[in-house]
């Protein structure tokens, strides 16, 4: 995909905005995807979303993930972005496995619908002008209906850049453990293409064997990072073959995660709520310290920078990094049936819009 290291910071809504990226990026090369962007609101010019796909000046190449399920729209989208000179790359999601999405035919339920997954990548591809064009899926929406080969494959005749593949289906949501052996066969059915492989990769080396067990051409992290952006330090350390492996103490931690909240205070303009944002990432960066309750929920209930710097104040600076921190964080979890429109399943090649699949989605 020509990017060295070939890591993608994971789209993460909610997570992945300028100020995490900027600090994620800090520490080594890659891809860092912002939070998925929804095409209609990008096109009608929505404030919130015209926020949301600001990017800090040092961040480059700059990428957007668009989530859409009219083809139309979607290349209105890509066009604005090219014109506008808004990114230097376009993801396109359909991974997401939200309830809401996939009721309403969007995010994993899409590429079921394989005439339609054409006509969106075709209207992507056609209107992003030079701009690469990827795409992010999953297995497919259970194990019966697994969509990825087909999609894959349709991907690769659209002109798609790379595909990225999370190795579970929508079923799965976060719960067990991706099925890397899907990445390996994507890999084979769409050999001209570079296939990147997304799913539990909790340390770097997790990111060496995934590579060197299905052939992918590179890798995707999400929640492995969350709370640790010196992952990409890792990351790039480990794809130049070096052992060398960030171990930050408690203090350096709490040095980040004030960067972190002061970052996200300039983003959000309104302090209280950058700092109310900050409270999940909390619970990430300390996770494995010896940290007391207290002080914990101190930290996790902050309302302002202020004190959100008195308690970092008073953590044990000098506390090494804490062994066994290559573990799962972050969601998790299966669910139980996949939403789905009424009669979703009966024809795959049905190529019609679903209605209203564009409102109230929030990444996933
Ligand atoms: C909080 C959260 C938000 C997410 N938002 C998005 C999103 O907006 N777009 C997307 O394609 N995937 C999204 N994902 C899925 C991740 O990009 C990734 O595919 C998934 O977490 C599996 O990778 P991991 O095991 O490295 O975390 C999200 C995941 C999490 C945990």
């Known amino acids: 995909m020509g990017v060295w290291p070939p890591v993608v910071l994971a789209p993460m809504a909610g997570i992945t905005n300028a100020p995490f990226r900027v600090l994620c990026r800090e520490q080594g090369g890659g891809l860092f995807v912002c939070e998925m962007i929804t095409t209609r609101a990008l096109v009608e010019r929505n404030p919130k979303t015209l926020r949301m796909v600001r990017f800090a000046e040092s961040e480059s190449p700059r990428s957007i993930q668009l989530y859409g399920v009219d083809p139309d729209t979607v290349g209105r989208a890509a066009r604005m972005i090219a014109e506008e000179d808004l990114a230097d790359h376009i993801d396109l999601n359909f991974g997401c496995p939200v309830p809401k999405v996939t009721r309403r035919g969007g995010g994993s339920a899409l590429p079921y619908k394989r005439h339609l997954l054409r006509r969106i990548l075709r209207a992507a591809v056609a209107n992003a002008g030079s701009l690469p064009v990827t795409m992010k899926m999953r297995k497919g929406i259970d194990d019966d209906h697994l969509t990825y080969l087909d999609a894959g494959r349709i991907a690769a005749e659209e002109g798609v850049a790379a595909i990225a593949l999370h190795a579970r289906t929508a079923k799965q949501h976060y719960g067990g453990v991706a099925d890397w052996s899907a990445i390996a066969r994507l890999k084979e059915a769409v050999p001209e293409i570079p296939v990147l492989g997304n799913g539990d990769i909790w340390c ?28 990409f330090r890792d990351l790039a350390n480990a794809f130049d073959g070096s052992a060398e492996r960030a171990r930050p103490t408690l203090g350096e931690v709490a040095a980040m995660m004030a960067r972190h909240a002061e970052g996200l ?17 909390v619970g990430w960066y300390l996770k494995g310290f010896a940290v007391g309750g207290e002080l914990r929920r101190e930290l996790a209930s902050a309302e302002s920078l202020d004190q959100l710097r008195e308690g970092l104040a008073r953590l044990d600076h000098d506390q090494p990094w804490p062994p066994n921190t290559d573990t799962p964080r972050g969601k998790s979890g299966e669910r139980g049936k996949v939403q789905l429109p009424d009669g979703w399943l009966d ?7 679903p209605d209203d699949a564009e409102s109230d989605t929030s990444g996933g």
Do not use: Q
Not at 347 to 353: E, K, M, R, Y
């Open 347 to 353: 024809d795959p090649w049905d190529g019609a819009v």
């Open 204 to 231: 770097a080396d997790d990111a060496l064997r995934m590579v060197a067990e299905t052939g992918c051409d590179g890798v995707v992290v999400g929640r492995g990072c969350l709370g640790r952006p010196w992952l």
């Open 265 to 281: 205070v300039e983003c959000f303009d309104v302090e209280r709520y950058a700092v109310a944002d900050f409270r999940k990432h």
